[in-house]
């Protein structure tokens, strides 16, 4: 069939690697847009069939199945090494789902330049697969910025009028926690043992898994590796490109930067932070949990206030990611397991959110929430999945976030009552800011804009179908996914000291 | 002799070279000091190659002779870096008429 | 037959009527929508009858099924299960009986919705009924957690059903985010009890044998008190108590089936229901139970007292609700649950009917609900009249209409608790009686006063209505003879032995306080001589009702009739700075504090190099020189780390 199955993650960073280089030759907007969305739909063709091959129960230990790693740079210990393990399953997963959706949700939206834009597009899913593929610390820093470069340029090319100095914010903000990184990647690898004779040290994961590092040295580090996640994810004080960017970029662009990359962050910190800087998480943990849960109810206060929907969406995306993150931290098992499926909720959660904001961009032309009065009485359709999307954001039992919020919520609970009282607070403030957005743009009576609204496309209907009915299965069933990072998260927490 | 005098020595070749290209404006001095600087270096290199030759164990021999190659390096590059500054300043003459080099800021703008 | 087999049909059902009547409410007509809705409900009352019959056989033991594991995390597991016992059979037969009487009754009441609107309406009706029957039904919390929110969902969309009118929408938001408020309080709850004693379900907590709570003996442990307040504090929100009761009279936007249904009968009595079922948690834990009679007290009270004062139909029926329901917690904080249970089946007969009725009426005066502006409507609407006389009997507590067993049988266990609190809650009960008649001879008696058009219009409602009106009107008269108190006849109290088994661990742990058979007849006779003689003053006080425009109110009406500022203070004290904040942080905390210093790193950045800049003059001399200091301070270094 598809050659031997250790092939799937060089796949899954191959095919949109390939394709993206092919789509800048792709002059008619059309074809390549087609395409971009073919070329998605193989992707997630891939990664459905190398779930089908996953067998986590046969091989518990970490990496042990799906890997494949080549000779890069002997000389000094780094290798192509790409590998699959619960965890990686289900973030690749979810890029490759999020990415025919977004292409087929906008498929209406036309753009200047459309060969370099879904190029680009292609080449970020690249480095966005690599990054949750990459065995290699190195290799991991290589699609990190891979991932980055494309959404930069996607960013400030395609956007609002303010876009240029957003993204640019965003760019060296991003970039110097990156920076950051490498610096701290580079002392680690300095500390690690040779695997290879040609090398005297290495930068594959194990190796770094198994650093001598002495608890001041952890210290520092940490804080090198935390900034550059923190960044991205956006963690309390590190936050404030987000709601800038978000609100000025297009809407493809901004459903992976919200949906996929974010989820990059949050990865980042359990495969690299926790197993390898177990003593410096025991030590700062309390303080990061402070600043996360600060972010919650900050960002749930501010949701509250907005008036543009982009703003909106970014801000109670920062809530929902203040409240993941805490959860990482926590660090025990029930809470990364609700990790693992918050970081699949929240991407499908706040991807749906994002179609629905731009369907009612493109009907009626503004997003400003005072402008908008009573879209229900001329698109219901649309007003259902917005009430069964606003609730699941809301985290209402059987759509999805339920289930991995209460496992966070637990976890947090678990690790400290009080952090668990304040992260559970979250829930009625998101109920607040959620029903109060549903109710100024879908109720009450129909103004001009919502009468002018043209019905949403039969597409878009699709994807949106497609999204809630991922939202209920999960919320009913969520057993699937659980089952598939539970030997993952045992596994980094058989490397941490703290259980 | 003992190999202090050649340090002495290298040294003040090395600071009258200094001197002369912080002082002189004219670029041909400069130039000229520059190659004073790079020759005390080599004149340094030489003679420490000949104090490792008298230990006459591998590792010393084998330092020794990389010194005395370096020396090499040293002298063809500082001809290249000859030919190609003199060609500059032959170049800077064509244009300003000078070769002072508080005139050569105009890269500034 | 096992009927036990079958119990994933009673919820499954409505769900697919909710389905169906959703999907296709375009494609379906209005009647076959309204049979849907009802049929489903129907059948499902039909097999919770069976399974009842199954339940109150002879050494029948509780049933756990279990169909997958919900969430299977390490050692924590919360299974998706049902728990089947008399507590869960009892209300499958409220909510589904009750659910199906609304059900036909809405058919006629809502018929002048637009096509979508009618479906939409059944949907909700639907998904509300399998919400609830899934609180009931689960087998551990989180299950119940899922009726719990799900039933909180059904409500705000059904509140806001006329989503044009953004009153009603703020209503049903403000519904929504009371009950979670509570529900944050629920879920904490059951972390707790996850990391306690490591699991939710019914089943390893209070099972007989060896029950993870049963085993437990020590009394007021920090533990059981926390968990115990924290799951109060969510039935506080769900059953609309102090100071979480201001959601409910507003909930009352919704149309008035639903507010029969869910705001009367059956959601606000999940809290009664929770409780109940965690009994064997609560006895434990004196202290919360304390609490949970001195807030039912006082709510008790104080909604009886704004009700005095209410001229909106609907809300006065509200303030009662929230008043029956103080009772009902008082009940449970005394011990005596199965009297609660009690009351809460027999509350939700006579206040169902209350408001159908109501709703009969408003139906008739075309959506007025403003009693001041009706009267002499008895002559017009027999049957409506006559079935609200019922319920307003029943209500009241005069013999021998329901209320009267099931206010009786909490009464007397508060005065074998305490007889101040006895004294109290007999005060509660008069206010009952007499707002009750005061709303019935201002509605039914006197002069119309309403408007020329409206009078006549005036008529009795259709048969779908005026059935369930009936069928209602009986139960809430004869529904209280399966508890008859012990004084009257010996072993009479049918209700009370049917939920015994679900009591058992608490009353043998607890020890049974009772009053002596002379005391209780005492009582009896007392409270409902003096109910008797307040509801026959208050009739004839409004019996010819006219607004009186002399005279002004004193503070404390006018505090009463404004229901004591209460939803103002919220706003001033909790919406209010909530919103303040959010201004705050976002346009001077975020944008000039966070981004401030964001930016202001960059700026500084740029500043720096502008001025580090004037460092490249272009003179090769500077250069040279500079070259040299900083080889001699990397030499001078150098000397002095070695």
């Known amino acids: 069939m598809l050659g031997t199955y250790y092939t799937f993650p060089e796949l899954l960073i191959w095919i949109p690697f390939i394709t993206g280089l092919i789509a800048i030759f792709i002059k008619n907007g059309k074809s390549v847009k087609m395409f971009a969305l073919l070329s998605s739909i193989a992707t997630l063709v891939v990664s459905v069939i190398s779930l089908c091959y996953t067998n986590v129960g046969a091989h518990p230990e970490f990496f042990y199945y799906n890997n494949v790693s080549y000779v890069w740079m002997p000389y000094i210990g780094s290798s192509f090494s790409v590998g699959l393990d619960g965890m990686g399953f289900l973030l690749t997963f979810l890029t490759a789902f999020s990415y025919p959706l977004i292409f087929a949700a906008t498929y209406k939206s036309d753009y200047k330049n459309p060969n370099a834009f879904f190029a680009l597009m292609l080449l970020t899913q690249a480095g966005i697969m690599g990054v949750f593929v990459a065995t290699d610390a190195l290799l991991f820093y290589f699609f990190w910025e891979l991932a980055l470069i494309p959404i930069y340029f996607l960013c400030s090319r395609w956007g609002g009028e303010k876009r240029i100095a957003a993204t640019f914010k965003f760019f060296v903000y991003t970039f110097l926690g990156s920076l950051l990184m490498l610096v701290g990647i580079i002392f680690v690898y300095v500390h690690t043992a040779p695997v290879t004779p040609d090398a005297a040290h290495s930068f594959s994961i194990n190796a770094f898994y198994n650093a001598t590092l002495s608890s001041g040295q952890q210290d520092w580090l940490f804080w090198l590796f935390f900034i550059a996640f923190a960044v991205k994810i956006p963690i309390f004080p590190f936050h404030t490109w987000q709601p800038d960017v978000y609100e000025q970029s297009n809407y493809p662009s901004v459903m992976v930067l919200s949906g996929l990359m974010v989820k990059m962050g949050a990865f980042g910190i359990i495969r690299w932070i926790l197993p390898i800087f177990p003593a410096a998480v025991v030590k700062y943990q309390h303080l990061v949990m402070v600043l996360c849960i600060i972010g919650l109810i900050y960002a749930s206060c501010i949701a509250l206030y907005q008036n543009d929907l982009k703003r909106f969406v970014a801000w109670s995306s920062i809530a929902h990611l203040g409240l993941m993150s805490a959860a990482i931290f926590a660090a025990n098992n029930l809470s990364l397991q609700g990790v693992m499926l918050e970081m699949l909720n929240h991407g499908i959660n706040i991807l749906a959110l994002w179609i629905v904001v731009d369907i009612i961009e493109k009907k009626t032309g503004v997003r400003k929430i005072s402008e908008l009065s009573g879209l229900a009485g001329k698109s219901p359709a649309l007003a259902i999945f917005l009430v069964i999307i606003a609730f699941a954001n809301i985290a209402l039992p059987l759509s999805n976030s339920f289930v991995s919020e ?47 609204a043209q019905k949403m496309s039969a597409g878009q209907g699709l994807v949106l179908f497609v999204l809630v009915i991922a939202i209920l299965f999960l919320g009913i069933y969520p057993e699937p996914v659980i089952h598939l990072t539970q030997s993952t998260v045992t596994d980094i927490l058989s490397r941490t000291s703290f259980k | 002799m003992e190999i202090k005098w050649y340090i002495f020595l290298s040294l003040a070749l090395f600071c009258i070279g200094i001197i002369g290209a912080l002082t002189r404006r004219n670029s041909i001095i400069v130039f000229m000091c520059i190659e004073l600087m790079l020759n005390s270096v080599n004149l340094l290199l030489v003679a420490f190659s000949k104090m490792h030759m008298a230990g006459m164990n591998a590792f010393s021999y084998s330092m020794a002779s990389s010194a005395q190659i370096f020396v090499f390096f040293i002298m063809i590059v500082a001809a290249a870096e000859v030919s190609v500054g003199l060609a500059i300043i032959v170049l800077l003459y064509r244009n300003t008429r000078s070769i002072d080099i508080n005139f050569l800021n105009r890269l500034k703008n | 037959m096992d009927a036990i087999q079958l119990i994933y049909l009673v919820p499954l059902l409505p769900l697919i009527g909710c389905l169906i009547n959703g999907l296709a409410r375009n494609a379906l007509s209005k009647t076959l929508v309204g049979i849907i809705g009802s049929a489903v409900v129907f059948v499902s009352f039909c097999i919770s009858v069976l399974i009842f019959i199954q339940v109150s056989k002879e050494g029948f033991v509780t049933q756990n099924i279990h169909y997958f594991d919900f969430i299977h995390v390490d050692k924590l597991v919360i299974p998706f299960e049902f728990q089947v016992d008399q507590l869960t059979s009892l209300f499958l037969l409220i909510i589904t009986g009750v659910g199906f009487l609304i059900h036909v009754y809405s058919i006629s009441y809502m018929k002048d919705e637009t096509q979508s609107g009618f479906g939409r309406y059944f949907s909700y009706l639907n998904l509300f009924v399998f919400s609830m029957l899934i609180l009931v039904l689960g087998g551990n919390y989180v299950i119940m957690y899922i009726g719990w929110e799900g039933v909180g969902l059904c409500s705000y969309l059904l509140i806001g059903f006329w989503f044009k009118d953004q009153a009603n929408n703020d209503a049903g938001k403000k519904a929504f985010i009371m009950n979670r408020i509570g529900d944050v309080g629920f879920l904490l709850a059951v972390f707790w009890m996850i990391s306690a004693f490591g699991t939710a379900s019914y089943a390893r907590l209070y099972n007989s044998e060896n029950g993870i709570i049963s ?105 009662s609700t929230v008043s029956q329901l103080g009772y009902m917690f008082l009940g449970l904080g005394v011990g005596a649950y199965s009297a609660a249970v009690f009351h809460v089946m027999t509350h939700a007969f006579f206040k169902a009917l209350l408001f159908l009725a109501a709703g009969s009426v408003i139906h008739a005066m075309s959506g007025e609900q403003d009693m001041t502006k009706m009267g002499g409507l008895g002559k017009k609407m027999k049957i409506t009249y006559a079935t609200f006389f019922i319920a307003t009997l029943a209500i009241a507590g005069i013999p021998p209409f329901s209320g009267f067993f099931s206010k009786d049988e909490i009464l007397s266990a508060t005065f074998a608790q305490s007889p101040v609190l006895y004294v109290l809650a007999l005060g509660g009960a008069l206010l009952t009686a007499f707002y009750m008649f005061r709303a019935l001879a201002m509605t039914f008696k006197g002069k119309f006063r309403g408007t020329a058009e409206q009078e006549h219009h005036i008529h009795e409602s259709p048969a779908t209505m005026t059935v369930p009106l009936v069928v209602l009107a009986i139960l809430a008269a004869v529904g209280g003879f399966i508890g008859i108190p012990e004084v009257f006849v010996k072993n009479a109290n049918k209700f009370d032995e049917f939920l015994s088994p679900v009591f058992a661990h608490s009353t043998a742990f607890m020890g049974m306080r009772e009053v002596s058979h002379q005391t209780d007849l005492i009582l009896i006779i007392v409270s409902s001589v003096l109910v008797i003689i307040v509801s026959v003053w208050a009739y004839n006080k409004f019996k010819n009702y006219a607004p009186s425009t002399v005279g002004a109110d004193n503070a404390f009406v006018k505090a009463i009739k404004n229901k004591f500022y209460i939803d103002e203070a919220y706003y001033m004290l909790f919406v209010k700075p909530y919103r303040a904040l959010g201004a705050f942080l976002n346009n001077i905390f975020d944008k000039k504090g966070i981004d401030g210093i964001v930016n202001g790193v960059g700026r500084s950045v740029n500043y720096g190099s502008r001025q580090l800049r004037l460092l490249q003059s272009g003179q090769v001399g500077s250069y040279l020189l500079l070259m040299v200091i900083g080889l001699l301070i990397l030499f001078i270094i150098q000397l002095f780390t070695k």
């Open chain 1, 406 to 452: 209460f496992l966070m919520l637990n976890g947090l609970f678990d690790f400290n009552i009080w952090f668990g009282v304040f992260g559970t607070l979250g829930i009625v403030l998101s109920a607040f800011y959620m029903l109060n957005m549903v109710q100024k743009t879908f109720f009450g009576k129909a103004n001009m804009l919502a009468e002018q």
């Open chain 3, 215 to 319: 085993s437990i003996t020590a009394i007021n442990s920090p533990a059981i008190v926390g968990i115990t307040l924290l799951l109060f504090v969510g039935a506080i929100g769900k059953s609309a108590q102090i100071p979480l009761y201001t959601w409910l009279p507003d909930a009352m936007a919704g149309p008035t089936p639903v507010s029969a249904l869910i705001h009367a009968a059956t959601m606000v009595t999940a809290g009664i229901y929770m409780i109940a079922r965690s009994n064997i948690l609560y006895s434990l834990a004196p202290v919360t139970l304390a609490g949970v009679a001195s807030i039912g007290l006082i709510t008790a009270i104080v909604a009886a007292i704004i009700a005095l004062k209410q001229n909106d139909i609907k809300k006065v029926l509200a303030y």
